[in-house]
């Protein structure tokens, strides 16, 4: 097995851990953690396809594209972070719960 194989693999494993984690937990906090894993394993996949794609890099630019788009993501995944937390507080002071079954109404 080839070293992107390998990587790729482990991506699709992070990424089914992530996905069955969001849809199976009630509580707000472990689906956006679930959430958070599905986008670690992407920034896996951009670093692997980087670090050991066939495309041959004739210059800089061209070289350091795969961390732009992982560079990228993470500041996404930052701004997701903050945003889910600061939803999912604001949520629990209003519906005293994190359970996400038990929200039935956006508006109090």
Do not use: Q
């Not at 849809?23 to 050991?52: C, D, K, P, T």
């Not at 070289?63 to 937390?85: D, K, P, Q, R």
């Amino acid at each position: 097995m080839n070293p992107l194989s390998a990587c790729l693999l482990v991506a699709a494993f992070l990424f089914c851990v992530g996905l069955a984690g969001a849809l199976s937990r009630s509580s707000a906090i472990l689906v956006l953690a679930g959430i958070e894993l599905m986008l670690g394993a992407a920034n896996l996949n951009f670093v692997a396809f980087w670090r050991y794609g066939s495309v041959a890099a004739t210059s800089r630019v061209h070289a350091l594209t795969g961390i732009m788009f992982v560079l990228f993501s993470i500041g996404v995944a930052a701004a997701e972070a903050a945003v889910g937390l600061a939803l999912i507080l604001a949520i629990y002071r209003h519906a005293k719960t994190s359970d996400v079954t038990e929200i039935t109404e956006l508006k109090g």
